[in-house]
């Protein structure tokens, strides 16, 4: 019988206590520091995620190795229906209308993406995995949710797929030599990429590498988040005291901008703490994986720490300006439910790794 | 056994490849870490001050207040210009049910003629539509009773400047216009507006409204009262500056300057033809501008300071004073003039075709006699002339508080040399002598030497402003033996000279008639009688004098653009002057 709260995840909840603790602070801030409404919603949210998390702690741990392929198909599945169904938001077809809330299967998809390249390469065996040919199933598994996510547009979660997919390839025994020549290679063709991006996607980017190209345009946004970023100095101007967001000028200053909004408040020490905290988390993630003897469970684990803090690099350094503005929410801190329900189920499948870490081999369940 | 041994070792090695390679990302994960911090770092510690600043200027919008303008008051306590509180009904643009809600409301509380109809049906489509301009007392109260009812409407107070003396003072004063720029400041552009520009106009204040991205105002930071501008007190008496004015409004083109000699005080100063200092100052159409400009009697010049003319037989004063300090003459020493005076093939008449006979110094100043001048003059050089013609202020400034003063023109043979290039002629000297030629002087500075001669002392100073304490009352006295002839011969002028006609009281005046020539004149042209000459052609009519005689303190000036002979014309509004300023006078000591 499982512990009600497992010992080894002490850590880990002191961690999320304290950043749900920030992201409530931050989204009653950007909301204009009333509880009603949006604040109260995401106070649920966050509710509603820890029960899920706690769920996914409690459920057999080989449920999601037995049925890592079936959740990747269902992911795919949705996908291709928000493509031919999906509800239009903000210019793309991101949403599904599920009754009673409408969600993004973009983030499911890069959870069950983790689980199913686990799963191919836990079972795979140490010969194998030295083949080139191994790694075509993998590539694949990749590159047709990255190809559907890119058609709604959703450029950044395209690329996010793809980055997971390759340090998890990477990390699971890609020959090393191939794997440089492809990544120099890419490096090479990305300026023909350029071509199948849509309009805006490209003045995006070349806002990015000329932030001056446009400052009243989409300039507009990144400026503004770096004044915002700027002006917090060392303390912050305080909790309920910044400038930017209270008076508009932040764009999104509660889903993909919520940093910036902490990062004026609090200072550059209350950034600095969001960073470490996430950090840390990550940390955890690799000593469960590390310690882990479950393959499937050690691979999934190495893959959620890489899922957790690449949304945190490219959401922060998006809002400072290092990389083109993607819609990349910043795990647990954005407003919107989605990805919270992802990055929870992450933590409560770390946890239910981390409590059985010493099962060397899932027993059969369904063969 | 063997094929187990290695499928162990394999899988060693794979578990340590597995181990390495998440050590690679882990390390990668660290260092992108790292980057952040690094870059945070930058944009909130080492940039701070400069997106703080930004971030400021973002938020903070600095909304001025504007100065009240000084007023400017006479001496008897008249306010020559001020401010009027102007209201007026503003309303933002709007949808079409609330404008036609509102219009109803404010035409129950105000009549909008059928101009105000059209010019608000025009500026529909502003960001603000001015309903009516300049509402009056009641109509601003109902409107303000009514404007909780009203949707976006507000009323707005303004400062216009207003000229109550609107002509009487309009040189001396001057105008004000909208500097032009995005804030209605007023900027003095002639006169005193001008010239004490920056003591009438205050400081602006402003207030520190926090905006956000959308320019709305959310609540006021902080606010710093403006600072009004300083009241000025001129040393103008409005009564006299009124009595003037209407004594000159008689003739075409005249000005005339008061001095109260005992502090350098100017308590009239009138030039005529004067312009509509409300006008010029509010908005004018380019009709109404254009006749302005175009009036060929240039209303806007104030011909007191900013116009020279040839002094004519005024100057002669200067003439003698520097003969009798050169010792050239005596007072007896007599020359004979015979209507004329021959050099080089060419004869220089005195004004009197018919000769003065014999005259001497007291003679010769009683009828300006020419013929003695162009003697003296000869005698004396030019570079005598000039010497005390400078110490008695000519080509110099006064230093009144009015902008752009005329020097007027001092020639000398240095002067000749440079703008004609030919050499000084000896003639002009004696034309010189007799204040015509190139010699140009303005009235002020005429005003100004017989302030000179009565105080006895070089340095006299006319002032328009009370209390100028930086205006310094250094001695510098002329010489008393040669001055006390002049002023006995100035005494004469009035008593049995060119002025007795018009100039004998019984306070006594002493002065000097002038008619300067603006044209040569035609043989023609001699002997006719004024009236039958053009009007441009005619001689400057002259006028300066000083009462009373037994202790000097008034100065009176009177120039009347070709108005004829300086006995004539000038001296009897000068008599008129000095009438009224010791009638008032006797009023005051009794």
Redesign the interface.
């Known amino acids: 019988m499982k512990k009600l709260f497992p010992n080894e995840c002490r850590i880990l909840f002191t961690l999320l206590f304290v950043l749900l603790i920030i992201s409530l602070c931050g989204q009653y801030s950007a909301f204009g520091g009333q509880w009603r409404g949006p604040v109260l919603r995401h106070l649920l949210r966050i509710f509603a995620s820890l029960a899920i998390m706690w769920g996914v702690y409690i459920m057999d741990f080989r449920i999601w190795n037995n049925f890592a392929y079936l959740f990747y198909i269902l992911a795919i599945l949705s996908l291709i229906i928000v493509d031919l169904l999906g509800i239009i938001k903000f210019g793309a077809q991101r949403w599904i209308d599920v009754y009673f809330f409408t969600f993004q299967p973009s983030e499911p998809m890069k959870l069950t993406l983790i689980l199913a390249l686990a799963r191919y390469y836990s079972m795979l065996s140490?010969?194998e995995?030295n083949q080139l040919r191994s790694h075509a199933w993998p590539i694949f598994m990749t590159f047709i949710p990255a190809a559907l996510v890119f058609r709604q547009p959703d450029l950044g979660t395209a690329v996010l797929l793809i980055i997971i997919g390759c340090?998890m390839m990477?990390?699971?025994?890609f020959p090393l030599k191939i794997f440089l020549i492809t990544i120099g290679s890419c490096v090479v063709l990305c300026p023909l990429g350029w071509f199948c991006l849509r309009n805006y996607q490209k003045n995006r980017i070349l806002t990015f590498l000329d932030p001056n190209r446009d400052p009243l345009g989409m300039g507009y946004h990144i400026l503004?988040s770096?004044?915002?970023?700027?002006?917090?100095?060392?303390f912050g101007r305080g909790f309920l005291q910044g400038?930017?967001g209270?008076?508009?000028?932040l764009p999104e200053k509660n889903t993909d901008f919520i940093f910036t909004t902490i990062?004026e408040e609090f200072?550059?020490l209350g950034?600095?703490l969001v960073?470490f905290l996430?950090?840390c988390i990550?940390?955890y993630f690799?000593w469960v994986?590390?310690e882990s003897r479950f393959k499937f469970a050690?691979v999934t684990c190495?893959g959620l720490?890489?899922f957790m803090?690449i949304h945190v690099?490219v959401n922060?350094?998006m809002v400072?300006g290092?990389l083109p503005v993607v819609g990349i929410p910043l795990p647990f801190l954005s407003y919107g439910g989605s990805s919270m329900i992802s990055f929870m189920i992450s933590c409560g499948l770390v946890m239910a790794a981390s409590a059985r870490k010493h099962h060397q081999q899932s027993p059969p369940f369904f063969q | 056994m063997t094929a187990g041994y290695i499928n162990v070792f394999k899988q060693q090695s794979v578990r340590d490849d597995l181990k390495f390679r998440s050590k690679i990302i882990f390390g990668t994960i660290t260092l992108l870490s790292f980057l952040l911090v690094l870059n945070l770092y930058r944009l909130q510690i080492s940039n701070a001050e400069k997106y703080t600043l930004m971030s400021n200027k973002n938020r903070i919008r600095l909304i001025p207040i504007l100065p009240k303008r000084g007023r400017i008051l006479t001496a008897d306590g008249k306010a020559v210009a001020h401010n009027i509180c102007q209201h007026k009904l503003l309303m933002e643009r709007c949808s079409e049910d609330v404008f036609r809600e509102n219009m109803k409301i404010i035409c129950e509380c105000i009549r909008l003629e059928k101009d105000d109809q059209q010019k608000i049906d025009e500026s529909k489509k502003s960001p603000f539509i001015v309903i009516k301009d300049k509402l009056s007392w009641e109509e601003y109260a109902k409107l303000s009773m009514n404007l909780f009812k009203l949707n976006g409407v507000s009323l707005e107070s303004i400062h216009v400047r207003n000229y109550p003396m609107t002509f009487e003072c309009s040189h001396v004063v001057g105008h004000t216009k909208n500097n032009g720029h995005n804030l209605p400041i007023l900027e003095g552009k002639t006169g005193i507006e001008a010239y004490l520009n920056d003591k009438l106009i205050g400081e602006s204040g402003n207030t520190q409204v926090e905006v956000n991205a959308q320019g709305k105002r959310i609540r006021i930071i902080d606010s710093e009262e403006p600072v009004a501008g300083m009241d000025v007190v001129l040393t103008i008496d409005s009564r006299l500056q009124k009595y003037v004015y209407d004594l000159l409004a008689q003739e075409r083109a005249a000005t005339a300057v008061v001095l109260d000699i005992s502090n350098g005080e100017i308590l009239a100063m009138v030039s005529f033809p004067a312009f509509n200092a409300n006008l010029i100052s509010a908005k004018m159409t380019q009709a109404q501008w254009q006749s302005v400009i175009q009036d060929p009697l240039f209303p806007l010049l104030n011909r007191a300071v900013n116009c020279s003319y040839p002094p004519g037989s005024i100057f002669k004063i200067v003439v003698a004073f520097a003969a009798l300090e050169e010792k050239i003459i005596t007072p007896q020493d007599k020359i004979f003039c015979g209507g004329g005076i021959k050099v080089d093939d060419t004869v220089f008449h005195c004004w009197n075709r018919g000769g003065h006979g014999h005259v001497n110094l007291f003679e010769a100043l009683r009828f300006s006699c020419d013929c003695y001048f162009f003697e003296v003059s000869r005698k004396l050089g030019i570079d005598n002339i000039v010497k005390y013609a400078k110490r008695f202020g000519f080509g110099e400034e006064t230093g009144v508080e009015l902008p752009s003063e005329h020097v007027g023109l001092l020639p000398t043979k240095k002067w000749k040399f440079l703008s004609y290039g030919t050499h000084w002629k000896p003639y002009e000297t004696m034309i010189a002598g007799i204040g015509q030629g190139a010699l140009l002087a303005t009235l002020l500075q005429l005003a100004v030497m017989f302030g000179k001669i009565y105080t006895r002392n070089y340095e006299f100073i006319p002032t328009l402003v009370r209390d100028q304490g930086k205006k310094s009352r250094r001695a510098n006295p002329i010489s008393e033996q040669s001055l006390n002839i002049i002023i006995e011969a100035l005494r004469q002028v009035c008593s049995c000279g060119t002025a007795a006609g018009s100039c004998r009281t019984t306070y006594g005046i002493s002065g000097k008639t002038g008619s300067s020539q603006v044209s040569k004149i035609q043989p023609t042209e001699v002997g006719r009688s004024p009236q039958n000459i053009p009007w441009k052609l005619r001689d400057h009519a002259i006028f300066v004098g000083c009462a009373p005689n037994e202790h000097p303190r008034y100065v009176v000036a009177v120039l009347v653009e070709h108005g004829g002979g300086g006995a004539a014309v000038a001296a009897p509004i000068a008599r008129k002057i000095f009438d009224r300023i010791m009638e008032n006078e006797k009023i005051v000591s009794q």
Do not use: R
Not at chain 1, 170 to 173: N, Q, V, Y
Not at chain 1, 226 to 234: E, N, R, T
């Open positions: 140490p010969i995995v340090s990477f990390l699971s025994g503004q770096k004044i915002a970023i700027g002006s917090g100095h060392l400038t930017q209270k008076l508009n000028f990062a200072g550059f950034a600095l960073i996430f950090f990550c940390c690799f994986a590390d050690k190495y720490g890489i803090f690099f922060v350094s400072m290092l």
